[in-house]
């Protein structure tokens, strides 16, 4: 049965057993969370996020005008089945490149080897309406009307164009709307199966694939689905197979 450790009580341990013990150096590894983009095999990041041109899956040629994620509930599962839960949520923006690390508050964590996990956008305990005030001010919020809470993704350009007649396209991701007044989760948990191995303060890279939100199970035909999609049912749920896929492991650094 998986155990849960406070990482909280961990630290307040940690600090007990230095003050107990003042000729022994308890080393206790920090973990940092880096997240890196691509479109395949194109880096994404601040200076070309508004000046790439990309093709998806579909064929459409596209350009990103803002990409905005949530992520939350990040948890590493040691092979004794304990799993350390860190704090917080990490709001990230394309065109902010400050925002791609998340160094959690209290994030010690004995050595070991883990596996890693986390959510897309807020679970169901979590996704709360107007409830932090930094996700209200950054305009973050879910409408009522759709289910509340926050959104998960905001991802604005526009497609074909390199036709004559280029459209919008508005690839936000949340609560899905079943019917009036009748909601459903669409949070995703992405896991990794590839250890990590934790012996000194150490930086997770994770890669999001901008690509596979629009390829995998669901190809995505943007002239069919374009705008408005927040109250589309089936272009959520599809949102939140695709999301599966958009995330991989990349290096570790101690």
């Not at 450790?5 to 307040?12: N, Q």
């Not at 107990?20 to 996020?49: A, G, R, Y």
């Not at 990103?64 to 923006?93: M, P, Q, V, W």
Request: aromatic share 12%.
């Amino acid at each position: 049965m998986k155990k849960i450790v406070s990482l909280l009580t961990l630290a307040l341990l940690i600090i007990a057993c230095n003050e107990d013990i003042d000729d022994t150096t308890i080393t206790i590894p920090e973990v940092t969370f880096n997240f890196t983009h691509h479109w395949d095999s194109t880096f994404i990041n601040s200076t070309n996020l508004e000046t790439e041109t990309l093709t998806n899956a579909n064929g459409e040629v596209i350009t990103i005008n803002r990409i905005r994620y949530l992520t939350s509930h990040f948890e590493l599962t040691n092979l004794a089945g304990e799993t350390y839960i860190f704090e917080g949520y990490k709001l990230t923006d394309l065109s902010d490149d400050a925002t791609y690390n998340f160094t959690p508050v209290v994030n010690t964590i004995p050595s070991g080897t883990y596996n890693l996990k986390f959510v897309w956008g807020f679970n169901a305990d979590d996704n709360t309406d107007g409830i932090y005030q930094d996700l209200n001010s950054e305009s973050w919020n879910w409408p009522a009307m759709l289910g509340g809470g926050y959104h998960f993704l905001q991802f604005d350009g526009m497609y074909n164009v390199d036709t004559a007649n280029p459209s919008p396209f508005n690839f936000h991701n949340g609560t899905a709307r079943v019917s009036d007044g009748v909601f459903e989760d669409n949070f995703a948990v992405i896991t990794f199966d590839a250890p990590i191995t934790i012996s000194n303060n150490t930086t997770i890279e994770i890669k999001m694939n901008i690509a596979e939100l629009f390829k995998n199970p669901n190809t995505w035909d943007l002239n069919v689905l374009d705008t408005p999609l927040m109250p589309n049912y089936d272009a959520q749920k599809m949102m939140q197979q695709n999301i599966l896929s958009v995330f991989s492991l990349g290096e570790t650094t101690q």
